[in-house]
């Protein structure tokens, strides 16, 4: 099933809080989970990555962790700002060599001031 | 560097016509990606390019879309003819390879809109 489940689908969260989404995908074939950020009218950026084989890995505010056996990770923000305020995609890699994402449905973030 | 450029920004177009997008990757990337990206939902590829090859199409609707990458560098998606389910933005991005220190870079699309 090549397929990446995001939730919530809409989140609000106030200024110096903290933001999680969610994601969770069946098919033991992916290998990198890369997260992207996407502000309105501009493509997707890559924010943070994690290999399967870590359980979390931070870089400043953003934090992914990664729970292999139940197939399931998720992005945290602290001290979310509201500069934050855009949609997040996960994603999930096949393994194979050709560096396909499957992307999950994405993430609507607004950090309220 | 320069990013992923993408044109035109914006169309509109009526149902059974026949459009064009272009894209020229970041200079030396040999792998170019398109995707659709509708409303509410996250990217989906179309197309992947190695160089002037295609590695991808599985997603691709063949009957009505096509896609080329002549000489290995830009890249010419086209929808002929159109449905109203094309609205989206169509996104393109390249990459310097496929390790994990070689992410994919996005332009900023063209959102296509049918009437």
């Known amino acids: 099933q090549q397929q990446v489940k995001q939730s919530p689908q809409s989140l609000i969260v106030q200024k110096g809080g903290i933001s999680i989404i969610n994601c969770a995908y069946e098919n033991t074939a992916f290998d990198y989970f890369p997260w992207y950020q996407q502000f309105p009218g501009k493509g997707p950026a890559l924010l943070i990555a994690i290999r399967p084989d870590v359980s979390e890995k931070k870089e400043g505010r953003f934090t992914i962790s990664f729970n292999k056996s139940a197939k399931q990770f998720s992005l945290h923000i602290m001290d979310s700002q509201p500069g934050d305020s855009a949609t997040y995609f996960c994603a999930a890699r096949l393994s194979g060599g050709y560096n396909k994402l499957i992307f999950g449905a994405g993430t609507r973030l607004a950090v309220h001031p | 560097e320069a990013g992923v450029a993408q044109s035109p920004r914006y169309k509109i177009i009526e149902k059974r016509q026949s459009v064009a997008f272009w894209c020229n990757p970041i200079?030396?990337?040999?792998?170019l990606y398109w995707y659709q990206q509708i409303l509410g939902q996250g990217p989906k590829l179309l197309i992947q390019f190695q160089n002037n090859g295609v590695v991808d199409d599985s997603q691709l609707p063949k009957d009505r879309f096509s896609a080329e990458r002549l000489k290995g560098v830009d890249s010419t998606l086209k929808i002929q003819p159109a449905k109203l389910e094309d609205s989206a933005v169509y996104l393109c991005a390249s990459a310097g390879g496929t390790g994990d220190n070689q992410p994919q870079h996005f332009g900023d699309g063209t959102r296509l809109s049918i009437l």
């Open positions: 200079s030396g990337h040999a792998t």
